[in-house]
């Protein structure tokens, strides 16, 4: 058994804030040195946490310090490097910082190759693969189209290849158009059951029974506050504590520290009843991990238990177990069939076993395991009054999610809205009266499900925006508008809106919701499955909360669209980019 060192504290601090959304560091105790903090990697050298500080420690050192060093470390008569860990750091720092771009230039051209499973991160893995160069390429276009709305012209003025073939691209264009109608069809047939109705438990009773949970468990920090960040009405925030322990393989830390929620809603009820749920998520997803024997580890405070397996995809495949395919997960990079990762169960819409990698469920997962992705997002983790409403808001996250990521910005598909409805279309008139041009998007894709890009442009050019999606249109649009981080009701007039743009009544927008979240669900998951997508869905409600949370899993969907150097563009988005030049 590998020497295990002492544990160490890691503190959850902010960094930053962008657009309402708050992006977070592990920092270890002030104290650990740099070279205590590179002596601990080699004995973790899965420890996601440590190795992020030490790239940014080593980050600020000057490109002469960093050559240098680099130099040291790769003895050319043997052809071998010396510290491997502080060798793939370097190469690391390399790709990530431009002012250090050429500070191992002294490594053999194989280097990439040769250090990849000397991290637990992801770069070097992506960066070594063939096609990285034109993958970071149109993810820079993509990102310039739909987060900065530049309009994409003919792949041929961009003077790229296209990293799909021809052929690639028509038979998914096809698939498009023939999975579209399906949930149409689906919900039209389901409608003509005459299903029972359940109504939604009140948005009221939802957030009394939320907060009591979380104040009986010390789980809120700080008192509730207003904020004026989006331009949702009523939008609230609210701190809550991070608080885990990790003894897994030659992992033991804990993390502690606040991260904040937000809510929005049309009411002060709404608003309330999203940011305890949203931490009900969170709280959930932060999960301790505990040893129960020499090689078995658990997750802790479940509801069921969850016990961790430790295999590599090839084990579990000699086994005859099954487990979701990581080919069906949107990663940046593949990931060796034989390096070993840490599962659990999820389970199918039948009720049938699957096992899903751990760190596809769970947020700031540190385990002693190599990284998936680049960052694991929270996208598909929901909370809700029952079960089945968590799963339909995990589902609905997902498509919403993939929409905005396989579909690009442009003025087709784009309208302004209005509503019969005295009070909504005040709070339209009321944006308008202030200068704000508010604008739509219509991003729904084959999967059939209502989602739409609801954004302003500053005067300065700047966009801001935020997705919808829901079963009911009108709702996916409200949600869109109520998250776009725009300032409301004392933020600056927007620019101009686009042009000509047609009008679209909310009350009019798509609705295939159902009398009850069971039924919703069961719409939603027919839908998928009749497009090879079967859903998973984990229960990861806490023991102590009582409060149904799942992480649901849809294999073949994306999960973000932030577009930085290591994503890949979908097949799908391509496909759709291109369509437009289709005949």
Same mark, same amino acid.
């Given at each position: ?18 657009? =309402? ?25 899965? @420890? ?220 002060? $009820? ?35 238990? &969850? ?6 995809? $090839? ?128 991003? =729904? ?51 101009? $809106? ?9 009350? @009019? ?34 023991? @102590?909360?009582? &409060? ?12 973000? $669209? ?22």
């Amino acid at each position: 058994m590998p020497v295990i060192p002492e544990g160490i504290a890691y503190a959850y601090t902010h960094e930053t804030t962008q657009a =309402t959304t708050g992006y977070f560091s592990c920092q270890p105790p002030a104290s650990l040195t740099l070279p205590q903090a590179l002596a601990r990697l080699e004995a973790t050298p899965f @420890d996601d946490f440590l190795r992020q500080h030490c790239l940014r420690q080593l980050s600020r050192r000057s490109p002469e310090e960093i050559k240098n060093l680099a130099e040291e470390l790769y003895d050319r008569e043997t052809d071998s490097f010396r510290r491997m860990g502080l060798a793939g750091l370097l190469l690391e720092c390399s790709l990530l910082v431009p002012e250090l771009a050429h500070c191992c230039d002294s490594f053999p051209e194989d280097a990439l190759q040769r250090l990849t499973l000397s991290s637990s991160l992801i770069y070097l893995r992506a960066a070594s693969r063939k096609d990285f160069g034109l993958m970071q390429a149109w993810s820079a276009h993509f990102a310039d189209n739909i987060a900065r709305h530049h309009m994409l012209p003919h792949w041929e003025e961009l003077e790229l290849e296209l990293p799909y073939s021809e052929e690639e691209l028509e038979v998914c264009r096809e698939g498009l158009r023939a999975r579209a109608g399906m949930l149409k069809r689906e919900h039209a047939r389901m409608q003509a059951e005459d299903l029972p109705r359940l109504e939604r438990r009140p948005a009221q009773e939802t957030y009394e029974q939320a907060v009591n949970a979380l104040l009986e468990n010390d789980v809120l920090a700080g008192q509730e506050m207003r904020h004026q960040a989006s331009l949702s009405p009523i939008a609230l925030l609210r701190s809550w504590k991070v608080d885990l322990d990790v003894d897994c393989g030659r992992m033991r830390h804990s993390l502690r520290g606040e991260a904040t929620a937000y809510g929005r809603g049309l009411s002060l $009820a709404a608003a309330r009843a999203s940011y305890v749920m949203e931490i009900v998520e969170r709280a959930s997803s932060y999960v301790s991990v505990a040893r129960t024997g020499e090689h078995s580890f658990e997750v802790t405070n479940r509801r069921r238990p &969850m016990p961790l397996i430790h295999a590599s995809c $090839a084990k579990l495949r000699s086994q005859g177990k099954d487990f979701l395919p990581l080919s069906s997960l949107p990663l940046e990079t593949p990931f060796e069939d034989y390096v070993p990762l840490y599962w659990l169960e999820a389970r199918d819409p039948e009720g049938k076993t699957v096992l899903v990698p751990a760190q596809a469920v769970f947020l700031f997962c540190n385990l002693d395991e190599q990284s998936l992705f680049l960052a694991g997002g929270s996208t598909g983790l929901a909370s809700g009054n029952t079960e089945a409403e968590a799963k339909l808001a995990a589902l609905t996250e997902i498509v919403e999610r993939d929409a905005e990521a396989t579909t690009p910005f442009g003025r087709e598909g784009c309208f302004v809205l209005k509503s019969r409805d005295e009070r909504l279309q005040a709070l339209l008139d009321d944006y308008a009266a202030r200068g704000i041009q508010i604008q739509f998007q219509d991003i =729904t894709t084959e999967l059939g499900v209502p989602v739409y890009r609801c954004f302003v442009m500053s005067r300065r050019g700047e966009v801001a925006q935020a997705t919808g999606a829901n079963l009911c249109g009108s709702r996916a649009a409200l949600a869109a508008l109520t998250e776009v981080p725009w300032p409301y009701p004392y933020g600056e007039p927007t620019g101009p $809106a686009l042009g000509g743009l047609p009008v679209r009544w909310l009350e @009019d927008l798509p609705d295939y919701s159902l009398p009850s979240a069971e039924a919703s669900c069961k719409l939603l998951e027919k839908t998928l499955s009749a497009q090879g997508r079967t859903p998973l869905y984990v229960d990861i409600s806490r023991k @102590d909360l009582d &409060m149904p949370v799942v992480r649901a899993l849809v294999p073949g969907l994306e999960l973000t $669209a932030d577009f930085d150097r290591f994503s890949r563009p979908s097949l799908r988005l391509l496909a759709r980019y291109t369509a437009r030049w289709q005949k």
